[in-house]
């Protein structure tokens, strides 16, 4: 149940694809750390911002593409976002600002300037190889189809996937799929009702190259219709699924929102809307970066283009009166957001992950009861080590020990371990809201373990009971949980510190069934 980490976990059993995926879009992690670096955006950063809009007129940025950038940068690691205000991470302050002792910045711009030998790689093996890279002087036409057979080689994976997850929810034809290329889910989807027809939405010069990639008998019971949607007057026509197939990030935020209004007016009152994209506040496993990086590519390489986040489409559904909204990760790398006027959708697996960050902290790992670690020297190490020892009901030699805590792991079928920071009221505040989320999305057994010391009182009333059992729980240390074995194997890196300016991680624990 962990995620698979890019580009360092190359396993040769996979057959998943994603792997793949992300070793080809390696260089956009290096392309925004290496735009970051030239701006010296560190280094100008390291006072901290709380007014990015000011920062960005100080230093001559253009102030959304900015936020764009450092969003990315966010989700690599190397800046963090706190109450409004931004700063460097712990690893960026100490070797991306200039002045620095450890400052790595020239060093890192070098790496860009030999990336060009990179390219010759391919000839340096096999001199005189024609390239297979679409070339510059390449005609429009040539273009547009090596770009609609290349997106139409993953749409082909990516309609298993969401016809898969679709599949048995209670839609009817006809369908609508709106840029949907050269037609890939409209046809997985066919497949699924037989006796549906579909229209293929999509500029014409697409269509042109999906006729060269597909025969005739390809298009069996799919109208092709080319033309601005937006525009394009359907009559009485409604249909009972549209797609709006990973397309919307082409556009400005306006545009987006009249052609999702257009696409809410031409559904049937029990129809199905569906929209794949990459979504910047989603955290899909295998790449946790791939919606701001996808939004940092749209910037780069369209007029307008950016990645929504799922909440803002979400609040333009709802307004448009589709009362049944879900947001659901693939297993791949992008999301689906599934709404309707008067189908009561089921409830999907909750992406616990994504709870973790919903809730304020930094990530959340979904691992096995059984990966989490016990042993009898955890408490005894309590007793040697803690200044407070035996003066908290929730520690030792109170509570759990780890024999105990083995059993009722035991009880579980999945767990979350969850990475946050100091102060620890705050990190013990967010464990209980996620305990409270996991409640109400009905996991009655839900529990949850904390760090350190119960931070509910100032000092516990060791004479007593405890006076809020409601708030109060019990570390995992306390517990006899090995915290640094259960993280390591969940793929959290923890170390000790050294020093009073380390970033300092805290590691809870969330049992849902």
């Not at 997985?188 to 037989?194: F, G, K, V």
Request: aromatic share 8%; glycine share 8%.
């Amino acid at each position: 149940m962990r995620p698979q980490q890019p580009h360092h976990n190359g396993d040769p059993s996979r057959l998943d694809s994603q792997y793949l995926e992300d070793l080809a879009c390696a260089s956009w992690y290096s392309e925004a750390l290496f735009a970051a670096l030239e701006l010296d955006l560190f280094s100008l950063l390291a006072p901290g911002s709380s007014d990015l809009s000011a920062f960005a007129l100080q230093h001559g940025f253009e102030a959304s593409g900015l936020e764009r950038l450092l969003k990315a940068l966010q989700t690599l690691a190397l800046v963090e976002h706190e109450n409004g205000y931004w700063f460097n991470s712990q690893l960026a302050g100490r070797y991306l600002v200039r002045g620095q002792e450890g400052c790595l910045i020239d060093f890192l711009l070098y790496r860009r300037y030999i990336q060009e030998g990179w390219q010759q790689l391919t000839a340096k093996i096999a001199p005189g190889h024609t390239a297979t890279r679409l070339a510059p002087d390449a005609d429009y036409q040539q273009r547009n189809f090596q770009y609609v057979q290349a997106l139409d080689q993953l749409a082909r994976l990516k309609a298993a996937e969401i016809s898969e997850l679709i599949k048995d929810l209670a839609w009817q034809g006809p369908i609508l799929d709106i840029g949907g290329g050269a037609g890939a889910l409209s046809r997985a989807l066919l497949a699924l009702r037989p006796a549906a027809t579909a229209t293929l939405f999509e500029i014409p010069e697409v269509l042109e190259a999906a006729d060269q990639l597909y025969g005739p008998e390809a298009w069996h019971k799919m109208r092709r219709q080319g033309g601005d949607f937006r525009n394009h007057d359907f009559g009485s026509q409604r249909f009972g699924l549209i797609i709006l197939g990973n397309f919307l990030h082409a556009y400005d935020p306006q545009t987006s929102q009249e052609l999702l209004t257009k696409a809410c007016s031409l559904l049937n009152p029990d129809g199905l809307l569906v929209i794949h994209d990459y979504f910047p506040d989603r955290q899909p496993g295998p790449a946790a970066a791939k919606g701001s990086l996808y939004d940092l590519h749209m910037l780069a390489n369209t007029y307008n283009g950016g990645c929504l986040p799922a909440a803002t489409l979400c609040g333009w559904l709802a307004a448009e009166q589709l009362d049944s909204i879900k947001t659901v990760d693939l297993a791949s790398d992008s999301s689906l957001i599934l709404a309707s006027p008067g189908l009561n959708l089921p409830e999907f697996r909750t992406n616990w992950p994504q709870t973790a960050r919903e809730c304020g902290f930094r990530q959340g790992v979904e691992i096995y009861p059984n990966q989490v670690v016990s042993a009898a020297w955890v408490r005894s190490k309590c007793q040697c080590g803690c200044q407070d020892y035996g003066r908290n009901l929730h520690c030792p030699p109170h509570g759990r020990d780890h024999i105990q805590t083995a059993e009722l792991l035991s009880t579980y079928s999945t767990a979350l371990l969850v990475e946050g920071r100091p102060p620890g009221r705050d990190f013990h505040n967010r464990l209980l809201d996620l305990e409270r989320r996991a409640f109400l999305a009905g996991h009655h057994k839900a529990l949850v373990l904390g760090a350190g010391p119960c931070p509910v009182c100032k000092q516990c009333p060791t004479d007593g009971p405890c006076r809020f059992p409601d708030l109060a729980r019990p570390s995992m240390e306390a517990g006899g949980i090995d915290v640094y074995a259960t993280a390591e194997a969940a793929g959290i890196r923890l170390q000790p510190l050294t020093g009073k300016d380390q970033y300092v991680k805290y590691i809870g624990l969330l049992l849902i069934s």
